[in-house]
């Protein structure tokens, strides 16, 4: 059985791994804990962030919203910050896992576990979310696109942990759109995911558009070349219909349990429309 440490400091997870360089970082739990059921392998210590001051909280401030990575699902939900200025990633939210899920899993650990089906991914893209991360040398900051490299990989190493996320606040002009499809209506891994953030002028022209997908690829995909044509078009049914087959042209998925890769293609092609569902 793993020893579980609770540290109140980040000196103090450090302390821990350097020590015991196969400590695993614990935030919810949700994904880790799964994993380590299914794989058998229990690190020598587990490392619970609950108790390290600044690492929960969200705050908004010179235009930047700063999230903790332990903060909750649940916690984003209830956050008047999030709905009010990301709601692209409230929306995410909503859709993610069941209440207990919600009030457990992380925002971090989502990140963190890097699977191209996390439902917070798609809308961290499109906000150009950036992540904070610490060691006991220096800190950086890095887009999340560079953070994440692949399935269940990125790029922290050694002594380095997530500790912030910073969120620049879209201009109030902006819509945000989160749209899913899994194998049933609720508790469902999605088989396809679709992040939209949407400038449209009252004439229905669109000024700005981006769009970020989930599970059809080894990370959530993001073109910004295709985004830029969309600019100067009408926003409607012709331009959404547009937008999936182009993005269905482009994406990679695979063929797993959940769906063949022709089906996840043929469900993003149709997922843009779903914008104009209510």
Same mark, same amino acid.
């Given at each position: 059985?793993?020893?579980?440490?609770?540290?109140?400091?980040?000196?103090?997870?450090?302390?821990?791994?350097?020590?015991?360089?196969?400590?695993?970082?614990?935030?919810?739990?949700?994904?880790?804990?799964?994993?380590?059921?299914?794989?058998?392998? $229990?690190?020598?210590?587990?490392?619970?962030?609950?108790?390290?001051?600044?690492?929960?909280?969200?705050?908004?401030?010179? !235009?930047?919203?700063?999230?903790?990575?332990?903060?909750?699902?649940?916690?984003?939900?209830?956050?008047?910050?999030?709905?009010?200025?990301?709601?692209?990633?409230?929306?995410?939210?909503?859709?993610?896992?069941?209440?207990?899920?919600?009030?457990?899993?992380?925002?971090?650990?989502?990140?963190?576990?890097?699977?191209?089906?996390?439902?917070?991914?798609?809308?961290?893209?499109?906000?150009?979310?950036?992540?904070?991360?610490?060691?006991?040398? $220096? $800190?950086?900051?890095?887009?999340?696109?560079?953070?994440?490299?692949?399935?269940?990989?990125?790029?922290?190493?050694?002594?380095?942990?997530?500790?912030?996320?910073?969120?620049?606040?879209?201009?109030?002009?902006?819509?945000?759109?989160?749209?899913?499809? !899994?194998?049933?209506?609720?508790?469902?891994?999605?088989?396809?995911?679709?992040?939209?953030?949407?400038?449209? /002028?009252?004439?229905?022209?669109?000024?700005?558009?981006?769009?970020?997908?989930?599970?059809? !690829?080894?990370?959530?995909?993001?073109?910004?070349?295709?985004?830029? /044509?969309?600019?100067?078009?009408?926003? !409607?049914?012709?331009?959404?219909?547009?937008?999936?087959?182009?993005?269905?042209?482009?994406?990679?998925?695979? /063929?797993?349990?959940?769906?063949?890769?022709?089906?996840?293609?043929?469900?993003?092609?149709?997922?843009?429309?779903?914008?104009?569902?209510?």
């Amino acid at each position: 059985m793993s020893e579980v440490a609770l540290p109140a400091s980040l000196e103090e997870v450090y302390a821990i791994r350097k020590r015991e360089p196969g400590a695993a970082v614990l935030a919810g739990g949700t994904d880790l804990l799964v994993r380590m059921r299914a794989d058998g392998k $229990k690190p020598p210590v587990l490392i619970g962030l609950e108790r390290i001051p600044g690492l929960s909280g969200i705050a908004i401030q010179d !235009g930047v919203v700063r999230i903790g990575p332990m903060v909750t699902h649940q916690n984003l939900l209830d956050s008047p910050v999030i709905r009010k200025h990301l709601a692209v990633m409230h929306e995410a939210a909503q859709v993610l896992g069941s209440p207990p899920v919600r009030h457990m899993g992380t925002i971090g650990g989502n990140i963190c576990t890097a699977s191209p089906a996390g439902d917070l991914l798609p809308a961290l893209y499109v906000l150009d979310a950036e992540v904070e991360i610490s060691s006991p040398a $220096k $800190k950086r900051v890095v887009p999340i696109a560079t953070f994440i490299t692949g399935p269940g990989r990125t790029i922290l190493t050694g002594q380095e942990i997530l500790t912030g996320i910073r969120i620049p606040v879209p201009d109030p002009g902006y819509q945000g759109f989160y749209r899913k499809v !899994g194998q049933r209506r609720a508790l469902a891994i999605s088989i396809v995911s679709m992040a939209a953030l949407l400038m449209v /002028s009252p004439d229905k022209t669109v000024r700005s558009a981006r769009f970020a997908w989930g599970s059809v !690829g080894p990370v959530v995909m993001r073109f910004p070349d295709v985004e830029s /044509s969309f600019a100067g078009r009408t926003f !409607g049914p012709a331009l959404l219909a547009d937008v999936g087959r182009q993005y269905s042209e482009r994406i990679r998925p695979i /063929s797993d349990i959940r769906a063949s890769a022709s089906y996840r293609k043929m469900v993003a092609a149709g997922l843009p429309l779903k914008i104009l569902e209510q």
